[in-house]
């Protein structure tokens, strides 16, 4: 049996509730800083239904300006660092903070507030925890695995964001298919207007500066291909750890005339429409929002067939997939992409049509409305 998606809950009718208050939504996260989760939280608070359901934010480490977006938006937002001293300690002060607020729904995000929260909010005696795992990244030793799997039992529902971070949902956390449901990411695709790729050799990345995203790997693909096609040119979007180290490796191949480092911008969309083709090189993803933002403004894609990246990318209508870590065929895969310039418009459409159709920020956050109505009814029976 597979995964349970979001669409075969929404086929069930789904009792109404007894009374006609809307219902309190908690959203637990470790912070509410820059980052591809954080900016998921924002659009929970922009596109939830109001007239149905109230939302609040807890953030467990740092916030920044995804917080204040929220705040705008009419939703509280806490920081409310975990202070106390042991595990137990700290799951009873998170417990004491969630009694008093009286949620209906407590949605943890990855692992910490997984943990905390679950054993949290079961102890506060929240009636629907639900969990999302929003990467593959986790579970990698073995109290990572026991505190995971102790927490997806408390939970009511573990909703990974793709089929393969579901796999492993499953595997680490021995969870049945009826406690796992895959609802994918989505974005906001009025934001990312459809402009087409641009009409030259120029491609582009977006991402966290970061030892996942195996941006070396990139440069030296780029190398590759310049020695074929010189007039190549990447535009790399974002800032992070490794910024000086991939900037000395683009000096010690020689490719600052090829590569540009842009550093973090608010005008994502623009630059993207200044591009061909959009390229990642990451060794894992969970559903990437920066390539289904690609997609949206209607980029052909090259990326790394890891994690949800084969659930976005359907080969070869929308882009092309290679394996990870290895330049050769990177650069390979750009070059033939580079040849398919015929074809880059028509791609571009069907990216855009496909993002459309299933990755709709709207679609999601109505999935996780749904769950959240499915849960409460089960366990008020």
Same mark, same amino acid.
């Given at each position: 049996? /597979?995964?349970?998606?979001?669409?075969?809950?929404?086929?069930?009718?789904?009792?109404?509730?007894?009374?006609?208050?809307?219902?309190?939504?908690?959203?637990?996260?470790?912070?509410?800083?820059?980052?591809?989760?954080?900016?998921?939280?924002?659009?929970?608070?922009?596109?939830?239904?109001?007239?149905?359901?109230?939302?609040?934010?807890?953030?467990?480490?740092?916030?920044?300006?995804?917080?204040?977006?929220?705040?705008?938006?009419?939703?509280?937002?806490?920081?409310?660092?975990?202070?106390?001293?042991?595990?137990?300690?700290?799951?009873?002060?998170?417990?004491?903070?969630?009694?008093?607020?009286?949620?209906?729904?407590?949605?943890?995000?990855?692992?910490?507030?997984?943990?905390?929260?679950?054993?949290?909010?079961?102890?506060?005696?929240?009636?629907?925890?639900?969990?999302?795992?929003?990467?593959?990244?986790?579970?990698?030793?073995?109290?990572?695995?026991?505190?995971?799997?102790?927490?997806?039992?408390?939970?009511?529902?573990?909703?990974?964001?793709?089929?393969?971070?579901?796999?492993?949902?499953?595997?680490?956390?021995?969870?049945?298919?009826?406690?796992?449901?895959?609802?994918?990411?989505?974005?906001?695709?009025?934001?990312?207007?459809?402009?087409?790729?641009?009409?030259?050799?120029?491609?582009?990345?977006?991402?966290?500066?970061?030892?996942?995203?195996?941006?070396?790997?990139?440069?030296?693909?780029?190398?590759?291909?310049?020695?074929?096609?010189?007039?190549?040119?990447?535009?790399?979007?974002?800032?992070?750890?490794?910024?000086?180290?991939?900037?000395?490796?683009?000096?010690?191949?020689?490719?600052?005339?090829?590569?540009?480092?842009?550093?973090?911008?608010?005008?994502?969309?623009?630059?993207?429409?200044?591009?061909?083709?959009?390229?990642?090189? /990451?060794?894992?993803?969970?559903?990437?929002?920066?390539?289904?933002?690609?997609?949206?403004?209607?980029?052909?894609?090259?990326?790394?067939?890891?994690?949800?990246?084969?659930?976005?990318?359907?080969?070869?209508?929308?882009?092309?997939?290679?394996?990870?870590?290895?330049?050769?065929?990177? !650069?390979?895969?750009?070059?033939?992409?580079?040849?398919?310039?015929?074809?880059?418009?028509?791609?571009?459409?069907?990216?855009?049509?496909?993002?459309?159709?299933?990755?709709?920020?709207?679609?999601?956050?109505?999935?996780?409305? !749904?769950?959240?109505?499915?849960?409460?009814?089960?366990?008020?029976?």
């Amino acid at each position: 049996m /597979s995964t349970i998606e979001a669409s075969e809950i929404q086929t069930k009718p789904i009792p109404e509730m007894t009374d006609s208050r809307r219902l309190r939504v908690c959203h637990l996260s470790l912070t509410l800083c820059t980052g591809g989760l954080e900016r998921l939280l924002v659009d929970f608070a922009r596109y939830h239904n109001p007239d149905q359901f109230e939302l609040e934010f807890i953030a467990l480490g740092e916030t920044g300006q995804p917080a204040e977006e929220i705040q705008q938006l009419g939703c509280p937002v806490f920081d409310y660092p975990l202070t106390a001293r042991g595990k137990l300690a700290r799951i009873s002060q998170l417990s004491h903070f969630l009694k008093g607020r009286n949620y209906d729904v407590l949605h943890t995000h990855n692992a910490y507030p997984h943990f905390y929260g679950s054993l949290a909010g079961r102890r506060a005696k929240i009636p629907a925890i639900i969990h999302t795992r929003h990467g593959r990244r986790f579970g990698e030793t073995f109290n990572e695995r026991l505190q995971f799997a102790l927490a997806s039992r408390i939970a009511d529902r573990v909703v990974p964001v793709s089929d393969d971070t579901g796999k492993r949902c499953k595997q680490i956390g021995w969870l049945t298919d009826g406690k796992v449901t895959r609802i994918w990411n989505g974005i906001d695709v009025d934001r990312f207007v459809f402009t087409g790729p641009a009409d030259d050799f120029t491609a582009i990345t977006v991402s966290r500066l970061s030892p996942e995203k195996d941006l070396i790997t990139m440069l030296e693909a780029v190398k590759l291909v310049i020695d074929t096609l010189p007039e190549f040119r990447l535009m790399i979007v974002g800032d992070g750890p490794e910024r000086t180290k991939l900037e000395k490796k683009s000096a010690e191949l020689h490719l600052e005339p090829h590569v540009q480092f842009l550093g973090e911008r608010n005008d994502i969309p623009n630059l993207l429409s200044q591009a061909g083709f959009y390229v990642s090189s /990451s060794l894992t993803e969970g559903i990437s929002l920066t390539l289904l933002e690609a997609m949206s403004v209607g980029l052909p894609i090259v990326a790394t067939a890891v994690g949800g990246n084969p659930e976005i990318v359907e080969q070869p209508d929308t882009g092309t997939l290679v394996p990870a870590a290895d330049p050769a065929q990177l !650069a390979d895969a750009i070059l033939v992409m580079c040849q398919q310039k015929a074809d880059w418009q028509q791609m571009g459409q069907r990216a855009r049509q496909r993002v459309e159709q299933h990755f709709n920020i709207r679609t999601m956050i109505k999935d996780y409305e !749904a769950l959240y109505l499915n849960v409460l009814t089960t366990t008020r029976k």
